[in-house]
């Protein structure tokens, strides 16, 4: 019996056409696999997410909450009375240790206040706010006046006393900073304030009781 043989040229062209079609699969396959490259875990620039853009607020990126607010706009004040308490001291004074505090205060807390009324700025939010509460620690108008009338050692007692009672409110309104606040610039001052008035308080215990 005699066996059928296709021609040559028959055979290559039979043999191209298969070589194209795997061609073309491989290649659809390819395209799927970029189509759905999520499903193989793949990631393009294309679908990429874009990162969050910073903030230009100040202060821990711009976060802040209402506790921030508050200490900030609670503590602008009452540090600006503890200036005008230091301010009386001039000429008053006689202690060498009441002055040595009188400078620290000055040295430290002008440029907190103004630490903080840059945060309000950047926050959008007021540097004052109308309180239906007093500040702990501030002086009263009578307080101001009767430590402005006394001279030498009584004034370095009368000061010593109204400024503890001063630096416990602000350790007070701090503390609640450290625990309520969300951001972190604002909760790194309420630690200075913290341990820097603490410590001015054991001082000047320490001269009432010499006094």
């Excluded at 189509?35 to 393009?44: E, K, L, N």
């Excluded at 921030?68 to 706009?73: N, Y």
């Amino acid at each position: 019996m005699r066996t059928y043989r296709k021609p040559a040229a028959l055979r290559v062209l039979g043999l191209t056409g298969a070589v194209a079609a795997t061609a073309l699969l491989l290649a659809a396959c390819g395209d799927g696999d970029r189509m759905s490259g999520m499903d193989h875990g793949g990631t393009t620039s294309a679908t990429a997410a874009p990162s969050a853009p910073a903030s230009a607020n100040p202060g821990d990126s711009g976060t802040f909450n209402g506790a921030d607010v508050m200490f900030a706009q609670m503590m602008i004040p009452h540090h600006e009375q503890a200036l005008k308490m230091a301010e009386l001291a001039e000429g008053r004074a006689e202690d060498p240790d009441v002055k040595r505090i009188v400078a620290a205060i000055e040295k430290a807390q002008d440029p907190e206040i103004q630490k903080m009324k840059a945060w309000l700025r950047g926050w959008g939010k007021p540097e004052s706010a109308a309180m239906d509460h007093g500040m702990a620690g501030m002086m009263s108008e009578q307080d101001m006046k009767d430590l402005a009338a006394v001279q030498g050692r009584d004034f370095d007692r009368k000061f010593a006393e109204l400024m503890i009672a001063h630096h416990e409110g602000a350790v007070e309104m701090a503390k609640t900073e450290q625990k309520a606040g969300g951001n972190a610039e604002a909760k790194a001052l309420a630690g200075e304030v913290v341990t820097a008035q603490t410590a001015e308080i054991a001082e000047l215990r320490k001269i009432l009781d010499r006094l």
